[in-house]
């Protein structure tokens, strides 16, 4: 269960899985979708692997990722969605509130 | 603890357990001997068919089949337990009218229809093409959502409401779940025979 939070805990990783809940879609279908280098999908890629919520076939040339998930990791994954978007926005917010300059023009840390 | 080796460890002592109460219950009631050998063989048989399917063999079954029959067998034999401690209490007058034993079977039986819900997206058919997986991966996930919630649903009823409502309540939330999982068969189906119908492009 740890190697499943491990995977839930990173937004790319979610993304992913986001993504494979619609269909199963290629590797490079997938990779395309983020703004990260190959290599960096690959290792989120044996994560998710790893946690079993995904299953890699080769089709010929290509690498067709597909979910594997159970309702559990399903309803654990929406949760997850759920938290880390609020708690992203929450620390956006107080990032943006750290920024804002002072009365006196100076930007506090 | 993974399923399987709870399971391993449910399975023999559930099974145990309703052999030694078989016996109980036959020594209470010996004129009742007619109920109870059948009883008694139907526990022989459990527990021959979890050695079977203990069992490794290459040329036999797969692994995950035999864990299916395997964790069936588990939940028959928890059922069976308790239904065989709820028959020797009302012998020895221990239990009364009410009976709490139908409540523990019927949320036994709804974590189990949980469980195996839970389990249904995971099984996963050979890749042939992405349009059949995409379509059979929400096939699985709308009957494993369908019978997880239906199953803690019966436990909950089981375990929270007067027994008569739970029961009635019960039935209606495994009625619908059928309805449910046969509408999704049926759609998936039509799908499948209109792709195949259509001319290629």
């Known amino acids: 269960m740890n190697r499943v939070f491990k995977a839930l805990a990173d937004p790319t990783r979610r993304r992913v899985l986001q993504l494979l809940r619609a269909r199963p879609r290629t590797a490079g279908e997938l990779a395309d979708a983020f703004p990260v280098s190959k290599p960096t999908m690959s290792a989120h890629f044996a994560v998710l692997q790893d946690a079993g919520l995904i299953e890699a076939e080769r089709a010929g040339r290509t690498i067709v990722y597909r979910l594997k998930m159970s309702v559990l990791e399903d309803a654990l994954l929406g949760f997850a969605g759920t938290l880390g978007s609020t708690l992203g926005a929450a620390g956006s917010s107080r990032r943006a509130r750290r920024a804002r300059p002072s009365v006196n023009g100076e930007v506090s840390a | ?201």
Do not use: H
């Open chain 2, 1 to 201: 603890m993974t399923t399987r080796s709870l399971t391993s460890v449910v399975a023999p002592a559930a099974a145990g357990t309703s052999a030694l109460l078989v016996a109980a219950n036959w020594y209470v009631r010996p004129e009742r001997a007619i109920v109870w050998a059948p009883v008694a063989a139907l526990v022989a048989l459990m527990a021959i068919a979890w050695r079977r399917a203990g069992r490794s063999d290459p040329a036999g079954a797969p692994a995950r089949t035999r864990g299916g029959v395997a964790s069936g067998i588990a939940v028959a034999a928890v059922v069976l337990a308790v239904s065989l401690v709820s028959s020797l209490g009302r012998a020895l007058g221990l239990v009364t009218a009410a009976d709490p034993f139908a409540r523990v079977v019927m949320a036994v039986v709804g974590v189990f229809l949980a469980v195996t819900g839970n389990a249904i997206p995971k099984a996963l058919a050979p890749l042939t093409s992405l349009t059949r997986a995409a379509r059979r991966q929400a096939f699985q996930r709308a009957i494993g959502w369908t019978w997880v919630l239906a199953g803690l649903g019966v436990a909950a009823a089981a375990l929270l409401l007067p027994l008569d409502t739970a029961t009635a309540v019960s039935a209606g939330l495994l009625v619908a779940a059928i309805a449910i999982s046969a509408g999704r068969v049926v759609s998936c189906r039509a799908a499948r025979e209109d792709a195949a119908g259509r001319l290629p492009s």
